[in-house]
């Protein structure tokens, strides 16, 4: 799994940051997870590895994992900033958040989100959820970055 490469979680709430990243652990989820604090720091990142060299795109996440409530530049619209900049709109991104709020659901989609989750209160349902995105995202389907690299 984790010939698949690093996943990046952008979230400011450090319990949020360490339910998840003990949920991907009980869900022995192995790829590289890094944590950025504020979109300003992930799209930083992401502007470093903009580079057109191979190497460089190498080191692009295999998918994004994006809270919504952010300061500054929030996840919406750091969601329309990598949906619409060439070489990171097809690297997948899942909207985890506590908003549930249909205008957000509906935004972020049209938008490109790939996938929409709500955070959950007990620590077993971000278990399943860790699970899920194991399966689902790292085992299951092809990503672009799996085709890119052949």
């Not at 349902?125 to 799996?146: A, G, H, Q, S």
Request: aromatic share 8%; charged share 25%.
């Amino acid at each position: 799994m984790s010939a698949r490469g690093q996943v990046f979680l952008v979230e400011d709430n450090y319990d949020d940051w360490e339910a998840m990243v003990r949920g991907f652990k009980a869900a022995e989820f192995d790829a590289p997870i890094v944590w950025f604090k504020s979109t300003k720091e992930a799209l930083g990142r992401l502007n470093d590895l903009s580079d057109e060299c191979e190497e460089t795109q190498q080191q692009l996440p295999s998918l994004i994992i994006l809270d919504l409530n952010l300061p500054g530049i929030d996840g919406r619209e750091m969601l329309s900033i990598i949906k619409s900049t060439p070489h990171l709109k097809m690297i997948p991104v899942i909207i985890f958040t506590t908003s549930l709020d249909q205008k957000d659901v509906l935004k972020c989609y049209d938008t490109g989100a790939n996938s929409y989750m709500q955070k959950p209160v007990k620590f077993e349902k971000m278990r399943e959820i860790c699970e899920t995105i194991k399966t689902y995202w790292m085992k299951t389907v092809i990503l672009p970055k799996d085709v890119l690299q052949h």
